[in-house]
């Protein structure tokens, strides 16, 4: 395994994030596997030297940072490992009003929560899972200072956005005096390369860790998808913001070039696609999500698949541009 500081920050995490979105109850989705099933990927990430991994308060409605917790308190030492969990979505099925967001109230509510459900007294590093548009910039950065200051944080991250809201997040911050975000969790695969334009280049002048969700487009990667059916797995078939994200023609054109590559090097695809994201300089560690043990493995030897120039323009050279996806934009007024 390899490890690198967060960021700017003095902090060691694994090349590799073990997100536990997979982690929780198929109640909630289907795909995702049930605690029994879900606690050997913890193990074996463990033994492979992952200590890095993520969560959300909204996972499985808050039973994945349950299972997380105590398969982690089971395996390791909570000095070992590095956890990170996210706010703003709503983390039960019939939300109040005040169950969503960044309000300083929903911050307050939601990191005991998490920290409750953890079963830890702190978190790594707290993120804020998507910009709130009703809230002022300063009512949720002086929160989640106060956050750290309680020592409930250690650091602070935030997740997709524009690029324009991010800046202003870390000069209103500097500005205060207030904790920096360290990290940034961004979308960003080899099918959507938009944040190669203002994200990527700001995370790097500001010297912001980028963890990227979804490095492999959820599975779409593995070149096993189809445009009719979607593919043969469960995940396949019924991930609706998958289905949201990916599949034009261009998607598979890329997709297909992975494949290429990877049969050129004796690999898979998915380390292909893997190692292309390990070889972007802004990134930190991708969030990498596992449903087979295979998968864990996989990402782990991604690391060990080094790819020329030459590759490296080969899959991407057919990229073509996509609005955005995976957040909102400031409504128009």
Same mark, same amino acid.
């Given at each position: 395994?390899?490890?690198?500081?967060?960021?700017?920050?003095?902090?060691?995490?694994?090349?590799?994030?073990?997100?536990?979105?997979?982690?929780?109850?198929?109640?909630?989705?289907?795909?995702?596997?049930?605690?029994?099933?879900?606690?050997?990927? @913890?193990? =074996?990430?463990?033994?492979?030297?992952?200590?890095?991994?993520?969560?959300?308060?909204?996972?499985?409605?808050? &039973? /994945?940072?349950?299972?997380?917790? %105590?398969? !982690?308190?089971?395996?390791?030492? =909570?000095?070992?490992?590095?956890? #990170?969990?996210?706010?703003?979505?709503?983390?039960?099925? /019939?939300?109040?009003?005040?169950?969503?967001?960044?309000?300083?109230?929903?911050?307050?509510?939601?990191?005991?929560?998490?920290?409750?459900?953890?079963?830890?007294?702190?978190?790594?590093?707290?993120?804020?899972? %998507?910009?709130?548009?009703?809230?002022?910039?300063?009512?949720?950065?002086? #929160?989640?200072?106060?956050?750290?200051?309680?020592?409930? #944080?250690?650091?602070?991250?935030?997740? /997709?956005?524009?690029?324009?809201?991010?800046?202003?997040? !870390?000069?209103?911050?500097?500005?205060?005096?207030?904790?920096?975000?360290?990290?940034?969790?961004?979308?960003?695969?080899? &099918?959507?390369?938009?944040?190669?334009?203002?994200?990527?280049?700001?995370?790097?002048?500001?010297?912001?860790?980028?963890?990227?969700?979804?490095?492999?487009? %959820?599975?779409?990667? #593995?070149?096993?998808?189809?445009?009719?059916?979607?593919?043969?797995?469960? =995940?396949?078939?019924?991930?609706?913001?998958?289905?949201?994200?990916?599949?034009?023609?261009?998607?598979?054109?890329?997709?297909?070039? @992975?494949?290429?590559?990877?049969?050129?090097?004796?690999?898979?695809?998915?380390?292909?696609?893997?190692?292309?994201?390990?070889?972007?300089?802004?990134?930190?560690?991708?969030?990498?999500?596992?449903?087979?043990?295979?998968?864990?493995?996989?990402?782990?030897?991604?690391?060990? !698949?080094?790819?020329?120039?030459?590759? !490296?323009?080969?899959?991407?050279?057919?990229?073509?541009?996509?609005?955005?996806?995976?957040?909102?934009?400031?409504?128009?007024?």
């Amino acid at each position: 395994m390899e490890y690198t500081r967060l960021g700017s920050s003095g902090l060691k995490v694994s090349r590799i994030c073990l997100g536990a979105m997979t982690y929780g109850t198929p109640k909630w989705r289907a795909w995702v596997l049930d605690e029994e099933a879900s606690r050997p990927f @913890v193990k =074996r990430a463990i033994e492979l030297g992952i200590n890095f991994f993520d969560t959300a308060d909204m996972y499985s409605e808050g &039973v /994945s940072e349950e299972v997380l917790g %105590r398969a !982690l308190k089971d395996f390791t030492a =909570r000095d070992q490992v590095v956890i #990170a969990t996210k706010a703003f979505h709503p983390a039960r099925s /019939s939300p109040g009003p005040n169950d969503r967001g960044l309000s300083r109230k929903h911050l307050f509510d939601a990191i005991d929560g998490s920290l409750r459900r953890l079963g830890v007294d702190y978190v790594d590093l707290y993120q804020i899972h %998507r910009f709130d548009f009703s809230t002022p910039i300063e009512e949720t950065l002086c #929160a989640l200072h106060d956050i750290v200051r309680a020592g409930k #944080a250690r650091y602070i991250g935030a997740s /997709s956005m524009s690029a324009w809201q991010f800046a202003k997040m !870390l000069y209103t911050s500097d500005r205060h005096s207030w904790t920096r975000f360290a990290t940034m969790q961004n979308h960003y695969n080899l &099918v959507y390369r938009e944040e190669e334009r203002e994200m990527l280049p700001l995370c790097r002048e500001e010297g912001i860790g980028v963890i990227p969700w979804s490095p492999l487009a %959820r599975g779409f990667l #593995a070149g096993n998808r189809r445009k009719g059916d979607f593919g043969d797995t469960s =995940r396949a078939r019924t991930d609706e913001f998958a289905h949201q994200l990916y599949y034009a023609d261009g998607d598979f054109t890329v997709a297909n070039r @992975v494949v290429e590559l990877a049969g050129r090097h004796g690999a898979k695809p998915t380390m292909v696609a893997l190692a292309w994201v390990l070889a972007q300089p802004e990134v930190t560690a991708p969030i990498v999500g596992a449903s087979k043990l295979a998968h864990l493995e996989d990402a782990v030897a991604a690391l060990n !698949l080094r790819l020329s120039s030459d590759d !490296l323009a080969f899959v991407e050279q057919p990229y073509q541009p996509h609005s955005v996806l995976g957040f909102d934009l400031p409504p128009r007024r």
